[in-house]
Each structure stands twice: as C-alpha cells, then as structure tokens.
C-alpha cells in the first residue's frame, strides 16, 4: 500500500514525499481512512510507530474539505490535540506544520514553562489545529485567550501518560467546554481501567485499532545488558562510546541530580554533553534537544520526561544508564531508537540493586535480555566479588590498574 491509495491531497502527498516516506506504517494504513470517513477512534499506539502522522494527515485533510477558504482570523481552532508534555506538544506541532505546509491551514502550541504573551499572539492571528498541554489550555481559556467553540476534532495523544501525570481533572474541564457534536481519537500506548473508562464516556462507537503487541518494543532495536556495579557505569559508558565508536547516544538516568551528576563527569572525559530533565526551563531544554538534533552535542542525558516526546530521526542509541521504577517506561525509553523502520540499539547498565526491575522489565517482555561480558579493562577494575552475580565475567580474578574515567580526567 502507499499512501497514494489513502484519499489524501496532492498538496498533502507532496509534503509526505518531502519527508521521504512512501509507504505508510500499519497504524496509518488503518487510522487514515477511519479518520476520513469520520469515525471516533480508539487506538493501541506503541512509540515510534507513526502515530502522530496516523491523525495529523486526516485531519489536516478534513480541514482542507471544510471550507478552506474561510480567514482563519474570523473562527476559533476547528481541532484540538491534547498532549501530556511539552515536548510531545512541540513534536506534534512540528509534524502538523511539516505536512500542512502546502495546505496554508495554521497551527498552533501551547504548553507551560514558557511566557504566554507568543502564544497569545499567534492565537490571535487565527489557527486551525491547536496543540496543548491541558495546564497551558486552560490558563489561556481562563483569560479569555483561547476559544474552543469551534472545535469539531479532538484528539487525545498518549491519554495513559496524562492520566498517569495527574491531568484527569483538567481533561475533564476542558471535555466540558467543547461541543457535543466532534470526532474523538484517542490514542494510548496501554489501556488501564481509567483509560477504558475515559473512552467509554468520550467515544461514540469508536474502531479499535491495534497493530502490535502492547508494550512490544521496535522490533529492530537490539536489547543487551551489562551487568556492572553502581561506581562502574560513568567508565563503561566512556568507554563503550570510545571504543564502539557510538554516534548520537540518548541515555536515561532516574533523577534530576543523577542526570547532572552523569552529564558533569561525561563531559570531564572530553564528551559534548546537553541535559534535559524537569528543572530544567523550556528555553534551556528546547536549545539541549536542538543542538542534539544538529549532532552539535554527541551524548543527550535526560529523565523520562523524555522517555515520549522527542522524536530524532536515525538516533542509533538508547542507554538505561539506569533502570525505571516502572517498567513500561522502559519500552517507552528505548523507543527514541529504532524508528520508522530503521535499526537501533539499546543498553542497559544493571547494578545488583537494579536487579529486580530488571525482572519486571523481562516480565512485560517475556524473555530474557542477552547479558554482555564486561570489557576486561572495566572489569579489571573492581574485585570479582563486587561484580553483580548475574554478570557474564572474562576472568577469575580481579587484575587492578586499569585506568577509571576519574583516573583519567584528573
């Protein structure tokens, strides 16, 4: 199938090109023309499965079949996608504009940490397709900045994050001030009980959609571990990087304390390092995305808050520098790679605390990750009773000497 055969424009088949896609993925394949023949939507969407494309092309193509003459200056917004975080916000909005770009449909975002009155201005000049944080949406409404009347399509994107992140409430308010007559997409990578509740309410006989195992990761991401003590993972990571020969590498840590810690003692190694987590302010985590993009910075350490969200394209590496607490954010993480068929590679440093969430990891998977030998120049360094017992070991004995990352940055 191509995406010729989906009922979509020209000026919408051209941005795709654009973009070098020519096929599209199975959720697009099947979302499209749901969308397009007007049916609410409830889908199973794993990361980096193409979801944002699965409800940005058709609505941009119900939009253009709407009265695409009309001044966007004399209307509210028409569709509303609601997003859990700013950087999904930010991917969406990016995708929206890059598709659309032929259409001369506008879009809009709005999420927190940034100043309003930019956003507040582009509201002014009129869009059609606004993309949200609820927090942001209705701090706008509230001051009479942002109209929703007018919203005839709404899509809620990665619905299980934002129940998780607490937003249940403010969805809710805002369902409230939306008409009644609109269709509902709803896309989530898990289906709990409040989600299943939340689409019982919202949709009107939804189609299902559910092309792959839930909490399935890319298929052609590789998954290995290494087995390693806590005080040993700045070196390995080091030197994996330095002898593997590793290009644009994303690696995760728990904290905010634990990123900066990791990305201070990468960067006394002689590493380009930029860090994204939570206390962080937009504007410094818009630049540390943008100059990873640009392959300007080689090492991205973040916590989950980017775990969904940051699309970069041909990213080879993902490393759990260490493990999440809940295991479906590791499916999640190691999504950043492996993308829109290409090939990617995950890496996860496991010390002997981490080990039961490394079984609840294996749990969720249902099979076991392939454990990597240490390098002999890591494992040299620490006596081989310190060594976590699940660890694969090239030698009997401790041989001290090899040189740490600290060693080496003095």
Same mark, same amino acid.
């Given at each position: 199938?191509?995406?010729?055969?989906?009922?979509?424009?020209?000026?919408?088949?051209?941005?795709?090109?654009?973009?070098?896609?020519?096929?599209? %993925?199975?959720?697009?394949?099947?979302?499209?023309?749901?969308?397009?023949?007007?049916?609410?939507?409830?889908?199973?969407? $794993?990361?980096?499965?193409? @979801?944002?494309?699965?409800? %940005?092309?058709?609505?941009?193509?119900?939009?253009?079949?709407?009265?695409?003459?009309?001044? *966007?200056?004399?209307?509210?917004?028409?569709?509303?996608?609601?997003?859990?975080?700013?950087?999904?916000?930010?991917?969406?909005?990016?995708?929206?504009?890059?598709?659309?770009?032929? !259409?001369?449909? /506008?879009?809009?975002?709005?999420?927190?940490?940034?100043? &309003?009155?930019?956003?507040?201005?582009?509201?002014? /000049?009129?869009?059609?397709?606004?993309?949200? %944080? *609820?927090?942001?949406?209705?701090?706008?409404?509230?001051?009479?900045?942002?109209? &929703?009347?007018?919203?005839?399509?709404?899509?809620?994107?990665?619905? +299980?994050?934002?129940?998780?992140?607490?937003?249940?409430?403010?969805?809710?308010?805002?369902?409230?001030?939306?008409?009644?007559?609109? $269709?509902?997409?709803?896309?989530?990578?898990?289906?709990?009980?409040?989600?299943?509740?939340?689409?019982?309410?919202?949709?009107? /006989?939804?189609?299902?959609? +559910?092309?792959?195992?839930?909490?399935?990761?890319?298929?052609?991401?590789?998954?290995?571990?290494?087995?390693? *003590?806590?005080?040993?993972?700045?070196?390995?990571?080091?030197?994996?990087?330095?002898?593997?020969?590793?290009?644009?590498?994303?690696?995760? !840590?728990?904290? @905010?304390?634990?990123?900066? @810690?990791?990305?201070?003692?990468?960067? $006394?190694?002689?590493?380009?390092?930029?860090?994204?987590?939570?206390?962080?302010?937009?504007?410094?985590?818009?630049?540390?995305?943008?100059?990873?993009?640009?392959?300007?910075?080689?090492?991205?350490?973040?916590?989950?808050?980017?775990?969904?969200?940051?699309?970069?394209?041909?990213?080879?590496?993902?490393?759990?520098?260490?493990? *999440?607490?809940? #295991?479906?954010?590791?499916?999640?993480?190691?999504?950043? %790679?492996?993308?829109?068929?290409?090939?990617?590679?995950?890496?996860?440093?496991?010390?002997?605390?981490?080990?039961?969430?490394?079984?609840?990891?294996?749990?969720?998977?249902? /099979?076991?990750?392939?454990?990597?030998?240490?390098?002999?120049?890591?494992?040299?360094?620490?006596?081989?009773?310190?060594?976590?017992?699940?660890? #694969?070991?090239?030698?009997?004995?401790?041989?001290?000497?090899? #040189?740490?990352?600290?060693?080496?940055?003095?």
């Amino acid at each position: 199938m191509a995406f010729t055969s989906l009922g979509l424009s020209e000026a919408l088949l051209r941005a795709i090109t654009e973009q070098g896609y020519g096929t599209p %993925t199975p959720i697009q394949a099947r979302a499209i023309p749901a969308v397009l023949e007007g049916r609410d939507l409830l889908a199973a969407a $794993q990361t980096g499965t193409g @979801k944002t494309a699965a409800f %940005t092309l058709p609505l941009l193509q119900r939009l253009l079949a709407d009265s695409p003459s009309r001044d *966007p200056r004399r209307r509210p917004p028409r569709a509303l996608v609601l997003v859990p975080t700013r950087e999904l916000a930010a991917q969406v909005g990016d995708s929206v504009r890059a598709y659309g770009r032929h !259409t001369g449909l /506008r879009a809009a975002t709005v999420y927190g940490g940034v100043g &309003l009155n930019p956003q507040v201005a582009a509201l002014r /000049r009129g869009v059609d397709i606004l993309i949200a %944080t *609820p927090g942001r949406l209705l701090d706008l409404v509230g001051q009479g900045q942002a109209d &929703l009347s007018g919203i005839g399509f709404l899509v809620l994107d990665e619905a +299980d994050r934002m129940l998780d992140m607490g937003f249940i409430h403010d969805l809710k308010r805002i369902l409230a001030l939306l008409p009644r007559a609109r $269709q509902n997409l709803l896309f989530s990578a898990t289906f709990p009980d409040d989600i299943r509740t939340l689409a019982a309410g919202l949709l009107n /006989r939804p189609l299902s959609i +559910d092309v792959a195992p839930r909490n399935a990761p890319a298929q052609r991401v590789s998954q290995t571990v290494y087995h390693v *003590p806590q005080q040993g993972k700045p070196d390995l990571l080091a030197h994996l990087m330095s002898e593997g020969g590793w290009g644009q590498t994303l690696v995760f !840590t728990r904290t @905010k304390r634990g990123a900066n @810690k990791l990305a201070e003692r990468l960067e $006394q190694g002689g590493f380009q390092v930029a860090v994204i987590h939570g206390n962080k302010s937009q504007t410094a985590r818009t630049q540390a995305l943008a100059a990873f993009k640009a392959d300007r910075v080689r090492i991205l350490v973040a916590t989950d808050i980017a775990a969904r969200g940051l699309d970069i394209q041909q990213l080879p590496h993902v490393v759990n520098y260490e493990l *999440p607490h809940v #295991p479906e954010d590791y499916v999640h993480r190691i999504g950043r %790679t492996g993308r829109a068929g290409a090939d990617g590679a995950a890496v996860s440093l496991v010390c002997r605390e981490e080990t039961p969430q490394l079984r609840d990891i294996e749990r969720l998977l249902g /099979r076991r990750l392939a454990a990597q030998p240490l390098p002999e120049v890591i494992e040299s360094l620490f006596p081989a009773d310190t060594l976590p017992d699940a660890a #694969p070991s090239r030698r009997k004995n401790a041989r001290p000497g090899a #040189p740490s990352l600290a060693r080496r940055t003095r």
